[in-house]
């Protein structure tokens, strides 16, 4: 759940992001990232806060952002949908806008109608006597954009870079999302950039939701000491099992005592006996498990509204119900250590004046 909802994340935004400020200029930040060997590509943005009005209504807020629609293509967390593709000054002369799907759900926009938006930054531009100065721009609707992530696609508004910096006005500030190749970790590409620009501006994605990233950790912390306690009552009950099938098999204990058997023989017995007990037990329910996952895996269950993500993700790795499937038997054996030793090192004469 917590890597799906990383993988999201970093679909829309980055898994670092450089600030431009008044030590890094663009061009220099620009020449960086094109000698970097590690990086993939970089998305120039700006982002920041409008006013939506439609037909003289204030309809709310948006979080806009100007992005470079070339390189959008290849952030692969970002789905475009366009009304028209092939929308041309003929039909319009006002830049295009994409809404967020859930955003513009919310507006009971149609294609064919209410598609003229006016945006307007409160902050836009300084006055003569030094108030703020309302800067506010016309945008034409041509469709919508979804990320899988609520709060990206209920908040935000895709325009063009350049439209969104006109818009902006005096405090505009830009950003570059940068996205390296596979393989390579954010913690190298940091370094490199700070080695070559100490000044340099970053933030990455662990420091920018650090209290999501901290709340994952704690959901599966939490999840951690749950199975924790079902293992723990589990080997309980195996230990009690063992203990009184020892018991009951105290005429076959004699018997192998009396055939030659050694302490060790006897001990391995009830030891096979439980690792034989939790892979009998393990493996049908993991076998049950994984094809319930792997059904969810390709028709994905679908989420209420109150969930970020729209479907349950679901990740399969062979490693983890090999592991698991380790995991029972080992938990069985230890559970039947101290039972096994103690039917093992008990003498035959003992056993008889106990069995009667």
Request: proline fraction near 4%; include cysteine; glycine fraction near 6%.
């Amino acid at each position: 759940f917590s890597s799906h909802i990383q993988e999201t994340l970093l679909g829309f935004d980055s898994n670092l992001v450089i600030h431009l400020n008044e030590a890094s200029r663009e061009e220099n930040i620009l020449k960086l990232l094109n000698a970097s060997p590690d990086i993939d590509f970089y998305q120039n943005v700006i982002e920041f806060e409008t006013l939506l009005e439609i037909k003289g209504e204030i309809i709310g807020s948006v979080k806009l952002r100007g992005v470079d629609f070339s390189q959008l293509a290849k952030q692969s967390g970002i789905k475009l949908y366009k009304f028209d593709p092939e929308v041309s000054k003929s039909q319009t002369d006002l830049p295009l806008i994409y809404l967020g799907e859930d955003f513009y759900s919310r507006l009971v926009l149609t294609p064919m109608s209410q598609q003229e938006l006016l945006l307007m930054n409160p902050f836009g531009d300084i006055g003569p006597s030094g108030d703020f100065v309302p800067v506010s721009k016309n945008f034409f609707s041509n469709g919508f954009f979804t990320t899988g992530y609520y709060d990206f696609d209920s908040q935000y508004g895709l325009v063009d870079l350049p439209h969104a910096e006109k818009l902006c006005g005096v405090y505009c500030q830009k950003s570059f999302l940068v996205y390296y190749k596979k393989g390579v970790t954010v913690a190298r590409v940091e370094s490199d950039l700070r080695q070559m620009d100490p000044q340099i501006k970053m933030e990455t994605w662990q420091g920018k939701n650090k209290k999501r990233y901290q709340a994952l950790k704690l959901e599966k912390l939490g999840i951690f000491f749950l199975l924790t306690l079902v293992l723990l009552i589990a080997s309980i009950n195996i230990f009690s099992l063992v203990s009184l099938i020892s018991f009951k098999k105290m005429k076959e204990n004699i018997l192998l005592w009396i055939l030659g058997s050694n302490k060790k023989q006897i001990f391995l017995i009830y030891i096979y006996y439980a690792a034989i007990l939790g892979f009998i037990g393990s493996a049908p329910a993991i076998l049950v498990g994984g094809g319930v996952l792997f059904y969810l895996r390709y028709h994905a269950l679908p989420l209420p509204a109150a969930y970020y993500l729209d479907t349950l993700p679901v990740e399969l790795k062979a490693g983890t119900f090999f592991v698991l499937l380790l995991l029972a038997p080992i938990i069985a054996i230890l559970a039947s250590i101290w039972p096994s030793i103690k039917t093992a090192t008990k003498l035959p004469i003992k056993m008889m004046r106990e069995n009667g």
